[in-house]
């Protein structure tokens, strides 16, 4: 059972930048992060295999949000910058024992209890 605390949200304005954290209580093949806003379904946004750093990105984030990684720490970042009122949603850190190219929510083991994320016009 992997435990997974997720912190780092909150309220900014557009074109702003918020650093997201997600520490597990043991390591992962892979660490991902999803969104959800209210009446939309669950979205992929970033993965990233722990053992060989390599990451994966969404559309609608690429060149905007980084997903990085501490693995002395077990702990998955992903900083978010040029934000947009699009971008509001409530964050969701998941990890899977899965590898590779990971963008199915039902492809990850464990998740977070989520941290909200609001980006004012």
């Known amino acids: 059972q992997v435990q997974l605390v997720e912190s780092g949200g909150g309220s900014v304005q557009a074109g702003g930048s918020l650093r997201l954290s997600c520490a597990a209580s043991?390591?992962?093949?892979?660490m991902g992060w999803f969104r959800q806003a209210p009446g939309k379904e669950r979205e992929w946004v970033a993965t990233?295999?722990?053992?060989?750093?390599?990451?994966h990105y969404g559309d609608s984030v690429k060149g905007r949000f980084t997903i990085s990684q501490d693995n002395a720490k077990n702990t998955a970042y992903l900083q978010m910058n040029s934000l947009k009122p699009e971008d509001t949603a409530m964050y969701f850190c998941?990890?899977?024992?899965?590898?590779?190219?990971?963008?199915?929510?039902?492809?990850?083991?464990?998740w977070g209890q989520g941290t909200q994320v609001t980006v004012s016009s």
């Open positions: 990233i295999l722990t053992f060989s750093g390599n990451t």
């Open positions: 043991a390591r992962s093949n892979t």
């Open positions: 998941a990890a899977s024992s899965r590898t590779g190219y990971i963008y199915r929510w039902d492809d990850y083991n464990y």
